[in-house]
């Protein structure tokens, strides 16, 4: 059992396989946090808080005197507003008295095999309860009736703690939550750089470093989505950790909507950090008898640096996150016609377009927006699922068996959560968007936002979602999400209930997809927002894939990619070759140095294969056989990051076999240097014992040589952008 409780001393000890947590139930009944670090094999003792006086800091009320100031002072797992600890709380509850003082002490607690889901929220699953162990600690408001439980899952395997917090009103009288995060909790002091991942449309997840400072620093959405500018994650990394060495403490949480992830230096330099749904514009009602759920935070602890955290994240999001039958699976090389065509198409062209491609080798042709409706720009038809004859006179159905019996898979764009003024669903149902009776709609991209915390508007997507993909030999969906909310508010839900609009919205999106994804088991679905505006955990339980960036441009994705493996692994990002100059930034680039970058994720095209020069199609042939042979490799190796972008003028990574058997390796380089030389880079992760053969050379070296030595890098004289690869097979020595 990984959770043990220490029944004298009331103290919870929770084991992953490296680490340890630890809390103390106080003789107040307060529960503080006491560790969460490197692995403690022994018993914890129990004399590590210290009562002190604090000045302006108020003591416990009698019969807990002696303690002092004590909730003010110490570290602790879940803290509330009004009774003597200043520090941001993690609830805050309004009463129906109007009051918002709240005080949560310790009830009960449960320990049990195995880890459950959450109702209505996505989360890491288990497949065998030997996988996890949960505690749940019971807290109580005992003047108000309000339980408050705090749900730990550690799972020893993948050396992970998840929480998340569940809140019932079991009073008389109704409450309101004004704030519930997932967790928090407090570190004993604040000598540590915060790590986030913060970008905007183009520009994704990039990463940022600075150290803590006094006061609150914080990220978060109040975008209705997790968004393109900040990410619902969060890491504290002691001030010289770096990929290899020292200690991180890492959150990330699975959710979809608006958030916040926040990190409080005190004036004792101790430091609390919580993350959960955006307080911000929310306000959610309990009626007596009525609970709240919280979305899951995942926690990871690393003492060997960064990507020790990320590969930690990789695995358990690809195993125990992600779901369904391509979770294991190689995805298909695919092309999408978006940037080749956008709206500017019919049946034949992209029936050659198909052709071409299969003939370079392409296994998937995905149709992209403008199939349905009379959508020959962005300023219509969203809503009226219904293709275009036009365009498509045969429709979906005629033009998918067309593209399937040139051998490929076919996909299809949606834009599901969305609604154009002008279409005939928007005229039918004009109260079916989010939005505040009497105020102006704003519109982004021409466009309104569904209103998902409906039934009869989720009805009606699944229903007319499920005749197209039933009608037609579809294999794959990208979901596209292209604007945020604005004038938020519900025409079915009570004055009280409007701040609830948001979150209501996201969970029957989670909704929506569930039921989507089990009528469809057989469809791959990728989710995509404008790029990866919605690049979060909340979405990969029910697509395993995202498309990372809207930016396909190598130089770019260099950064966006790098980024995004901070949390997620290659298996979740969507990767494509696009054409020069590039349409976001006009940048040009090499073929080979696209391709690369593309290859280090689920490899695709984007662009008019007919416009290419015959030199260019042998090329992206070879690129396709490359990307085939090491695509199992990519997707489910072990990643090392070697080179930052962030950092200089250099980018690599690797991915590594878990068995490493097998890895390969990519590097990049942004500006051309003059009179530079080969430089070596230090490959990681291999065996020692083993000898790798690099396959573009036929050269053999022991695993510790490319681990301490290196293989040589071209020289950053070649012009700018270019890239190098190395596929190494292990042989015995
Ligand atoms: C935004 C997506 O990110 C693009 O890839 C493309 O699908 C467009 N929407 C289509 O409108």
Same mark, same amino acid.
């Given at each position: 059992m990984s959770i043990s409780f220490k029944s004298d001393k009331k103290i919870f000890h929770l084991r992953t396989r490296t680490s340890s947590y630890v809390m103390q139930v106080l003789p107040s009944g307060h529960l503080a946090h006491l560790y969460w670090g490197a692995l403690i094999k022994s018993d914890y003792p129990d004399n590590t808080i210290m009562?002190?006086?604090?000045?302006?800091?108020?003591?416990?009320?009698?019969p807990h005197r002696e303690m002092k100031s004590v909730l003010d002072t110490a570290e602790f797992e879940y803290s509330t507003y009004g009774c003597g600890d200043f520090r941001m709380p993690a609830v805050q509850l309004q009463f129906a008295?109007?009051?918002?003082? *709240?005080?949560? /002490?310790?009830?009960?607690?449960?320990? &049990?095999s195995?880890? +459950? !889901? $959450?109702?209505?929220?996505? =989360?890491?699953?288990?497949?065998?309860?030997?996988?996890?162990?949960?505690?749940?600690?019971?807290?109580?408001?005992?003047?108000?009736?309000?339980?408050?439980?705090?749900?730990?899952?550690?799972?020893?395997?993948?050396?992970?703690?998840?929480?998340?917090?569940?809140?019932?009103?079991?009073?008389?009288?109704?409450?309101?939550?004004?704030?519930?995060?997932?967790?928090?909790?407090?570190?004993?002091h604040s000598d540590y750089d915060m790590i986030r991942?913060?970008? *905007?449309?183009? /520009?994704?997840?990039?990463?940022?470093? &600075?150290?803590?400072? +006094? !006061? $609150?620093?914080?990220?978060? =959405?109040?975008?209705?989505?997790?968004?393109?500018?900040?990410?619902?994650f969060l890491a504290l990394a002691d001030k010289k950790a770096d990929e290899t060495t020292g200690d991180v403490y890492a959150f990330s949480l699975v959710y979809s909507g608006n958030f916040a992830a926040e990190a409080e230096v005190e004036s004792d330099f101790k430091t609390r950090v919580s993350l959960g749904i955006n307080s911000f514009d929310f306000r959610w009602h309990l009626d007596a008898g009525e609970e709240f759920q919280t979305p899951e935070v995942v926690m990871v602890f690393s003492n060997s640096g960064l990507g020790n955290m990320s590969r930690t994240y990789h695995k358990l999001y690809r195993e125990r996150l992600c779901r369904g039958k391509y979770r294991d699976s190689d995805r298909y090389v695919l092309i999408n016609n978006w940037e080749a065509t956008y709206f500017d198409f019919n049946e034949e062209l992209i029936v050659?377009?198909?052709?071409?491609?299969?003939?370079?080798?392409?296994?998937?042709?995905?149709?992209?927006?403008?199939?349905?409706?009379?959508?020959?720009?962005?300023?219509?038809?969203?809503?009226?699922?219904?293709?275009?004859k036009n365009k498509l006179p045969g429709g979906i159905k005629s033009l998918a068996e067309k593209v399937v019996g040139m051998g490929l898979k076919f996909g299809l764009w949606f834009e599901p959560e969305m609604v154009s003024p002008d279409s005939d669903l928007y005229r039918a149902h004009p109260d079916w968007c989010i939005h505040v009776d009497g105020r102006d709609r704003s519109e982004g991209r021409n466009?309104?936002?569904?209103?998902?915390?409906?039934k009869c508007v989720r009805e009606y997507i699944v229903d007319i979602l499920s005749k197209v993909l039933a009608d037609a030999p579809i294999s794959y969906i990208k979901w596209d999400m292209n604007r945020h909310m604005t004038e938020v508010g519900s025409a079915e839900l009570s004055p009280e209930r409007q701040r609830e609009t948001a979150h209501r919205y996201i969970l029957g999106l989670y909704e929506v997809l569930e039921e989507l994804?089990?009528?469809?088991?057989?469809?791959?679905?990728?989710?995509?927002?404008?790029?990866?505006?919605?690049?979060?955990?909340?979405m990969l339980y029910y697509m395993p894939q995202t498309w990372t960036s809207d930016n396909s441009d190598a130089g770019s994705r260099m950064k966006v990619q790098y980024g995004t493996s901070m949390v997620y692994p290659a298996s979740a990002m969507g990767a494509h070759v696009s054409v020069v100059p590039n349409h976001q930034n006009h940048r040009v680039t090499s073929l080979e140095t696209r391709g690369l970058v593309a290859m280090s994720g689920n490899f695709g095209y984007e662009l008019d294969v007919r416009k290419m020069t015959d030199e260019d199609k042998v090329a992206v042939k070879d690129q396709i056989k490359l990307y085939r042979k090491i695509r199992h490799t990519v997707l489910f190796g072990d990643q090392y990051r070697l080179k930052s972008p962030f950092e200089?003028?250099?980018?690599?990574?690797?991915?590594?076999?878990?068995?490493?058997?097998?890895?390969?390796?990519?590097?990049?380089?942004?500006?051309?240097?003059?009179?530079?030389?080969?430089?070596?880079?230090?490959?990681?992760?291999?065996?020692s014992d083993m000898n790798y053969r690099i396959e573009e050379t036929g050269e053999v070296f022991a695993g510790d040589f490319l681990m301490q030595v290196g293989v040589w890098t071209p020289p950053m004289s070649e012009g700018d952008f270019k890239s190098a690869f190395w596929h190494l097979v292990a042989e015995k020595k």
């Open positions: 009562y002190g006086d604090r000045a302006f800091s108020p003591y416990l009320p009698e008295d109007g009051s918002t003082a *709240s005080d949560l /002490r310790y009830v009960d607690y449960s320990i &049990e195995g880890k +459950s !889901g $959450l109702s209505g929220l996505p =989360s890491v699953y288990i497949e065998d309860t030997s996988e996890a162990d949960t505690l749940v600690v019971l807290l109580r408001d005992e003047l108000k009736k309000i339980d408050v439980e705090l749900k730990y899952s550690v799972m020893p395997g993948y050396d992970v703690i998840t929480r998340s917090t569940r809140i019932i009103n079991g009073g008389e009288q109704p409450c309101d939550i004004l704030k519930a995060a997932s967790m928090a909790l407090d570190f004993s991942l913060s970008g *905007s449309w183009a /520009r994704e997840r990039h990463v940022v470093r &600075e150290p803590l400072h +006094s !006061g $609150l620093q914080s990220v978060s =959405s109040t975008r209705g989505a997790s968004s393109h500018q900040q990410h619902p050659s377009l198909a052709a071409e491609a299969k003939e370079l080798g392409v296994e998937m042709f995905v149709l992209d927006d403008g199939w349905f409706g009379k959508r020959d720009l962005d300023d219509c038809s969203l809503g009226d699922w219904v293709p275009d466009q309104l936002v569904l209103d998902y915390s409906r994804t089990t009528r469809f088991p057989d469809i791959l679905f990728e989710s995509c927002s404008g790029g990866g505006g919605r690049f979060d955990p909340g200089g003028n250099e980018t690599a990574w690797m991915y590594v076999a878990p068995n490493k058997g097998e890895a390969v390796a990519f590097y990049f380089y942004s500006m051309a240097e003059s009179n530079t030389r080969s430089k070596r880079l230090k490959l990681a992760g291999l065996d």
